[in-house]
């Protein structure tokens, strides 16, 4: 118990860490002892004790700009590694994840169709849009699955080619509504290339309930897909129902990638390349993988937007940019290795 306190805090005082530093750079920099002041300002108690020393510009610069999207980082970068994480245990393939299988396209899909054909423009309902976008990667889930069966059991080859092929088309019938819609055209633009420009505390609020949910769902399944690990027969024989877990761990991971695409857009190889790092450092069981990998794909999207931000500055690129930087080479590394799933 002490072990994992330890653990646990050693995450939230990384993540506190991050969160202050990447809040304290942009194009206008901010001294970290000013950040430190305006957030500690905030807590109930403490406003009416600490004396500002910084400007009011900086204190909305601090919470209506930066703090929304330094969190909804952290947010949409656990969400999309742990959904990394369940995608590839119920498949036993390391390259599975929400942007290689299709996933994420379908999430976009679906969130592309809600917004520009179905939610009234103004009256909007941020908090419907995920449910549409979850909808889209659970038709592509259910498509990539049957696509990549082959007699009746998931072949991982297949299912990748079918996961490129399906994320390729239902990114053109993405293009499709854009030049349809174009005067929604920027709202899909930012959803394909991937960017958390612009973000505020609404979407951090629609995005973290179902990361969080999703994380609570996914360690109460980390028990049945450790003894998947050890192959489908060995399961059956020790009372997994395989179809049954499979099926409940890629409705999970669709919904927490759902979530993640409705604010971010298409963030890709996020959840490919976080979970498969840390299980060659922390081992392949599910319970503390997902842990680690909540707070390091977290991290990792932070830290890969904040480059997104302030390297061409005042120029912002989108983060969906940096991360297929870092995830292309990498995905080319497993292919050209060849890895199987090892447990």
Same mark, same amino acid.
């Given at each position: 118990?002490?072990?994992?306190?330890?653990?646990?805090?050693?995450?939230?005082?990384?993540?506190?860490?991050?969160?202050?530093?990447?809040?304290?750079?942009?194009?206008?920099?901010?001294?970290?002892?000013?950040?430190?002041?305006?957030?500690?300002?905030?807590?109930?108690?403490?406003?009416?004790?600490?004396?500002?020393?910084?400007? !009011?510009?900086?204190?909305?610069?601090?919470?209506?700009?930066?703090?929304?999207?330094?969190?909804?980082?952290?947010?949409?970068?656990?969400?999309?590694?742990?959904?990394?994480?369940?995608?590839?245990?119920?498949?036993?393939?390391?390259?599975?994840?929400?942007?290689?299988?299709?996933?994420?396209?379908?999430?976009?899909?679906?969130?592309?169709?809600?917004?520009?054909?179905?939610?009234?423009?103004?009256?909007?309902?941020?908090?419907?849009? !995920?449910?549409?976008? +979850?909808?889209?990667?659970?038709?592509?889930?259910?498509?990539?699955?049957?696509?990549?069966?082959?007699?009746?059991?998931?072949? !991982?080859?297949?299912?990748?080619?079918?996961?490129?092929?399906?994320?390729?088309?239902?990114?053109?019938?993405?293009?499709?509504?854009?030049?349809?819609?174009?005067?929604?055209?920027?709202?899909?633009?930012?959803?394909?290339?991937?960017?958390?420009?612009?973000?505020?505390?609404?979407?951090?609020?629609?995005?973290?309930?179902?990361? +969080?949910?999703?994380?609570?769902?996914?360690?109460?399944?980390?028990?049945?897909?450790?003894?998947?690990?050890?192959?489908?027969?060995?399961?059956?024989?020790?009372?997994?129902?395989?179809?049954?877990?499979?099926?409940?761990?890629?409705?999970?991971?669709?919904?927490?990638?759902?979530?993640?695409?409705?604010?971010?857009?298409?963030?890709? +190889?996020?959840?490919?390349?976080?979970?498969?790092?840390?299980?060659?450092?922390?081992?392949?069981?599910?319970?503390?993988?997902?842990?680690?990998?909540?707070?390091?794909?977290?991290?990792?999207?932070?830290?890969?937007?904040?480059?997104?931000?302030?390297?061409?500055?005042?120029?912002?690129?989108?983060?969906?940019i940096i991360t297929a930087f870092v995830g292309g080479p990498?995905?080319?590394?497993?292919?050209?290795?060849?890895?199987?799933?090892?447990?």
């Amino acid at each position: 118990m002490r072990r994992v306190l330890r653990r646990v805090g050693g995450a939230l005082f990384l993540l506190f860490t991050a969160a202050v530093v990447a809040t304290a750079l942009g194009s206008v920099n901010i001294p970290l002892a000013h950040v430190l002041g305006i957030l500690a300002a905030q807590l109930p108690g403490l406003g009416e004790l600490i004396e500002p020393g910084w400007s !009011p510009a900086h204190e909305v610069i601090v919470l209506r700009v930066r703090l929304p999207r330094v969190l909804l980082a952290l947010v949409v970068g656990g969400g999309l590694s742990v959904a990394g994480v369940l995608f590839q245990g119920s498949l036993r393939n390391p390259l599975a994840d929400p942007y290689v299988i299709g996933v994420s396209a379908g999430a976009s899909l679906g969130a592309a169709v809600g917004l520009l054909l179905v939610i009234p423009r103004g009256i909007v309902g941020y908090g419907f849009l !995920p449910l549409f976008a +979850f909808a889209g990667a659970v038709l592509a889930t259910l498509a990539v699955s049957r696509l990549g069966q082959r007699r009746g059991r998931l072949e !991982p080859t297949s299912l990748l080619l079918a996961g490129v092929a399906l994320g390729a088309f239902l990114t053109a019938v993405v293009s499709l509504l854009m030049v349809l819609r174009i005067e929604n055209l920027q709202d899909v633009y930012l959803w394909l290339m991937g960017s958390l420009s612009g973000r505020t505390w609404s979407h951090v609020s629609m995005a973290a309930p179902y990361v +969080f949910l999703g994380l609570a769902l996914a360690l109460w399944l980390a028990k049945d897909l450790n003894v998947y690990l050890l192959g489908e027969e060995a399961a059956h024989s020790l009372g997994i129902d395989v179809q049954r877990v499979q099926r409940l761990v890629l409705l999970i991971g669709s919904l927490m990638a759902a979530a993640c695409v409705a604010v971010s857009g298409v963030i890709g +190889f996020v959840g490919l390349m976080v979970p498969h790092a840390l299980r060659l450092i922390v081992g392949a069981e599910h319970r503390r993988l997902v842990f680690h990998s909540l707070w390091a794909g977290a991290v990792f999207l932070l830290l890969a937007d904040t480059l997104a931000r302030t390297v061409f500055s005042p120029l912002e690129i989108p983060v969906g940019i940096i991360t297929a930087f870092v995830g292309g080479p990498f995905f080319i590394y497993l292919l050209k290795r060849g890895s199987d799933f090892h447990g």
